[in-house]
């Protein structure tokens, strides 16, 4: 475990506060379903995909702008329009106008800073979720905002850059395994939100394996850097608590929709969706228990090891301080001292520090000081 | 950040009391819908402001007394009546009274000490929010209530002072950007309650960063006046969170009225006002928990940091205090004392210190306090 | 502020577990209905008073006995019935069952144990309510028992003594100041009520200048009498909140009675007396979290102060120690040490011990603790 | 309060365990329904006592066996056979079987580890309670459980052993005080509930009392063994809350049944019954909050405590610790050194020493450490 | 108790992790409903055990492979198969497409990773429980998931490995003990859940009785490896609250659940389990109290212990420092000391030295610190 040698640099560059609190305030004075891009902008340039599929053919493209996306609204086909890149504010803007999203859909999927939701708009149902993956090199929880837009046969998805949790999805598309070729864009759009929420259990299985390992080094050699590395795992658990929250009530809400764009059929699937959902909520709580636990048994070791220096060290001196004294006391100058001219005067000496010496180690014994 | 170098007597001035009590005490004993005002007077004049708008027309004006706003009530063009300065009571009965205002009503606008809410009173909707803002000079986060009243074709807004949230509003109705200039004053309202909530989110962002800040200089260097400033933040977040905490409750209640009053055109900015509220309540839960979490990394260093300088100079006195003893026992003046005759009795006593010094520090190495 | 100051023996008279608990021991065994006094006598003799009017006229007596107050029962004008010291089970029983109630709500008027709540008997509403104040001798909150009964054209309210917070709403009464002589006896059960949840606002601000006051104090003087005072206002914080808690539920279930008892004008007005009901709620747990934060600052400050001493101190002894080690050296009576003999044997080892003591400075320095 | 000299042998006695988690091991592996005494066998022999009543007659009778109450189940007449000792299954199961009860009903009321709880069976109401009182010798809270039937003029109720909380509505019934000879079986059940409820509270001034004590205890003179005593209170305030929380549930649904068993007239009285288990569960919240806050003043009184003694003796050894250094310098040997020969230089060594001194208490005054 | 003697190795063998997060990782990039088995393989063969019954017939059992199971579809009889071992995902496919069951409901029974659940599939219920057991050896709570399928006259079971807690519901349906070979499939569905929740009282008691010896253990003598022992407790208590906690809901579920397949008979049954799994969850809770409680009693002994310690030895140290220091005085080497000539002057030193001992002692006897 290379976490507690990571240089604080680095686990600075992506603060907390960004990824918490979700930056808004570049949209702040903006008319409502103003496109403005808050977040990074993570890649140069936007790149569309589209897969187009029936039961029988499937075809799969990367067009060069909106436009070429136009065709695909009116098919009987199943198409997945995904956009890679919503700093193009443009690109949304076309495409968004042309599948008739309401200018507030189009504002929310380039404003980074949403809370997960389901939104049912008649026509087409807006789902935002943030997509989670652990960075190795930053030991961070990296936060991605995933929108989906479910219509009648089409899908579009909308991400901040390229790179997502959705090949196998595409793999079984191209192949045709499984159920997704057989059924509608209800089905494909159950797919991508499993897909990412399948993505959280591995993130959470991650942190729960490097607070295992750090609850063992806690045991047996807690360094001072462990409240360091303590405070960034809670925070690192709050990100994934914020994306992860929300989740129960907007997959709640979209299992209770009532629209002709979800067929029954997808009813098992929502609720084992739904189950997911609830169950990544408690683990995330789980987690927190676990982080906190970790942070009591630290305090305690600590403690414990302190006290066990302490004391040591203070039974020692406290043994020794009586003998110094009778040292000193046969170290005064007084002319007429009669000890100091006994023959065995030294001995006598050295006999009373060994005997009170021996009384003390008796008497922290008896008291279970030793 | 010249947080911690804050004289506190600055920090004093503004209470905490006053602004998470909002003082009530004033209106005790007078009959419910009397008007006193309560709150601090913040500015000498009150001040009118009337905008008045069709989709091709805008006319601004600044006017002097309350009559001059009684033509606009039987208008087919929007109205926006915007009161700065709720103090003048006779001013917010005139009008109340005019646009047919409940005097309950009354009594909740000029007394600034209210929680947000929204009430439906038929022929008008009362909405109270507090509008914050971050005061730099004092670290403190300021409130002021303003009181919106949404009807037919008319809004009225009362606030404690001049200075507010709204210029870009204004800006995009004097100039038709937007959809403000199409849409009805039900759109008014809700961009003036759009507008308070976005500042929410960058007033979260300022203190994000103030925490993110006094985080990095916890860990490196505590200094003793870090808990004031903790206990500083901590009353800041909670007068944030007073006025946050009833937003969703209270938004939740206007989305769900039946009234004329509100097209259905507003239905989804009604949604996303909600979802603004759920997501600013829910980062002032955040804040809360970095601000704690802050504390506990605080509580962890110090001790931490203690004990260590504890152990090194008890290690260090440990050392030395064999070594005085046996120093001690060589000044005795015992007349037979045969070390003392011997030739190289001197170097045997340095020696046997040194002895003693190296033996205790092998000691601690083995049992890993050193 | 005396608060600190005061002697204990005074703080303990009224101890928590009375106003916390509510004695109801003496009720155990009776049947129910029985009418028992429960709760200390306050006052030798009960006092009635009857206000009886109309828009036109008023007229307020103070009556000798129950049987003068049985003709105000059918008649058209208002009637206010106030007795004050419900320890005179004979009093309530006759007045009762003239007015015909419940064996159980007379059982709860003289039984000052109750929880506040609203309860809807058909021919009349009874409700309970705690009136506090703040005793600024003992520093302590003391809390009576207000019994309200509201029935068709008459109002009996019900006291433990004298002395109340509805002398305004009496001025108003008499001077026909305000609504109250105009409307109903459902008014004037809303101006009591408005009247007891409106002295809690006053409490509220007491007590957190208290804490204000505290606050101050803790941070540049913490004394060992402060968790004494912590302590005993944190009790006093849960006299609050008992008798706050509950207004929420019972006002919330007086909004929702289906009565023919209050007229529709009052509407809003309940609504205003469920958002106070609300915000008190509210503010007594800010207190709880001020009583708190308050607590953690006592005890981040006593620390640090401790650790502050604690290390300068070590810091001083250990550069002692090495020192007395060097004199204890040539304080050794060997007949052979060199520097003993030395010229400047006395020079170089007064050095040395400077050298030492330069060399710990350096070094603690460095290591920045001093 | 001879609370904590209670030798730890009498507290141990009867496990926290037993009581909290209400053994339930016995039992697994039988059949549901199956008739298994699972808890303290607390008797020799059961005892039956009949009480049949109208509202003109009494009888009461100790039946020897199930049989002699067989006949009481068409009568017109309102009965009440008690039993106290569940540990005789075969009693439970005639009786049982005889008054058509559900073998589920038959084995909660000899498993005495249930929650307390409500349910309706159409032709009876099947009621579970824990009637608590505290045992002065051990100091401890000792639990029973009660079940009760309500059936058609008839009442059931099953105890472990004899000795309850029932006696006085026994006298009412004997001597036809109140109500309850008057009204039918839903009354006496009402009554019986009651006086379990009624018996909460005496419990809970019983152990506020106890807080009390150790409240001025604390702050005076705390003992080491205090700990453990708020230790074993937190365990029987667990107690309590467990036996108190599921109340306002269960009387709850009681309350909302839908059952010709209960008439009209009881519902006043259920409605009060009711407002007791709330009262009680909150009253229950608050003993665990005083002892949260007492164990919090224990620990800040130790802290306290601890730092006084360790800053004083801190203190004292610091300023003898440079006077020491002192006189191990003049206790040096050197040949050469002038102070030792000096006429004054005794008295100037023991000014230097009272110079030290008086500078380090000046100092250590100035810091305000003394 | 031999729990605190437990190597750590065996501790560590089955982490926290895997039985908190329930492995999911595996399944990432699978389809939905995809078969892939996820947890540990626990035994090396499947077996598969079948109950016939009626009420006059029973038949039992083991059979080689799925289709042995194929013929019991249409019975009349009861049947009950039981599974061990569901690492055979093609034995799961096989049964579970002849029964008709849906490919997620036959994907959770393989991936043990599942929350507690009840859903209805219209033909049949599936219902997930963790079934929990306590391993003496490694002192840690072991899990389980059994999948229940109640179909029409038919009940899978599948769990992971031989071993579970229905012999004795076997052994009655082989004898004809209780209502089971009366009742249907919904009976033992019903039976096979109460066993699994009858077992977490068993649970429950252990750790109970863990939690008491330890809190006896920690009163007396609290030794180094308490936290340790504590934070394993900890995790395992979570573990219980993880498998409990939604049973609550679960179990209401199934109560509410308008299917054919559970008849009326089964009501209160069904009742009584959802009381346990209250009852279940409660005691959960309390068993985290009572974990959190014995932390908070370790803390207190230990920091009162080594107060204690650090009290006696500073004390002791205190009085020593003036005597030494006297000492030191004398042993100073200046010519003219009057006090080294005097006759008594040793005699006189000693006696200043007990005179100090005794006015230390007398003043810390006054102070209350011996």
Not at 208 to 234: C, N, W
């Amino acid at each position: 475990m290379d976490f507690s040698s990571l240089s604080k640099t680095v686990m600075k560059e992506i603060g907390a506060v960004s990824r918490l609190f979700w930056k808004n305030s570049l949209k702040q004075g903006q008319a409502p379903g103003a496109l403005v891009h808050v977040g990074e902008r993570l890649q140069q340039q936007p790149r569309i995909t589209v897969f187009d599929y029936t039961e029988d053919t499937v075809d799969e493209n990367t067009v060069a702008d909106a436009e070429a996306c136009f065709a695909y609204r009116d098919t009987e086909s199943v198409t997945w329009i995904n956009v890679d890149g919503v700093h193009d504010t443009d690109l949304v803007e076309k495409l968004g106008t042309h599948f008739g999203l309401h200018p507030l859909v189009m504002e929310d999927i380039v404003n980074t800073g949403q809370r997960p939701k389901a939104e049912n708009y008649g026509d087409y149902i807006y789902l935002v979720f943030k997509m989670l993956r652990f960075d190795p090199t930053r030991q961070t929880v990296m936060s991605e905002q995933v929108s989906l837009i479910l219509g009648k046969n089409i899908v579009l998805s909308f991400q901040e850059q390229q790179g997502d949790v959705f090949n196998p999805l595409r793999d079984r598309i191209r192949q045709g395994v499984g159920r997704v070729r057989r059924c509608g864009a209800d089905y494909l759009a159950y797919g991508l939100a499993d897909a990412i929420i399948d993505g959280y259990f591995s993130l959470l299985e991650t942190m729960g394996e490097i607070i295992e390992t750090l609850d063992a080094a806690v045991m047996t050699d807690p360094s001072p850097q462990t409240p360091q590395v303590l405070q960034h795992l809670r925070t690192e658990a709050m990100v994934l608590r914020k994306a992860v929250w929300p989740l129960r009530e907007s997959v709640g809400e979209l299992r209770q929709m009532e629209t002709p764009l979800m067929t029954k059929m997808l009813v098992p699937y929502l609720a084992d969706l739904y189950d997911h959902a609830v169950h990544v909520a408690d683990s995330a709580e789980t987690l927190r228990e676990l982080i906190a636990s970790l942070r009591d048994t630290y305090l305690t070791t600590i403690s414990n090891r302190t006290n066990e220096v302490m004391k040591v060290l203070t039974i020692l001196a406290t043994i020794f301080i009586p003998l110094t004294f009778v040292a000193g006391i046969y170290g005064m100058n007084f002319e007429i001292m009669p000890e100091l001219k006994w023959r065995y005067g030294y001995a006598y000496a050295l006999g009373l520090m060994l005997l009170i010496a021996c009384g003390m180690v008796v008497y922290f014994r008896r008291k279970r000081w030793l």
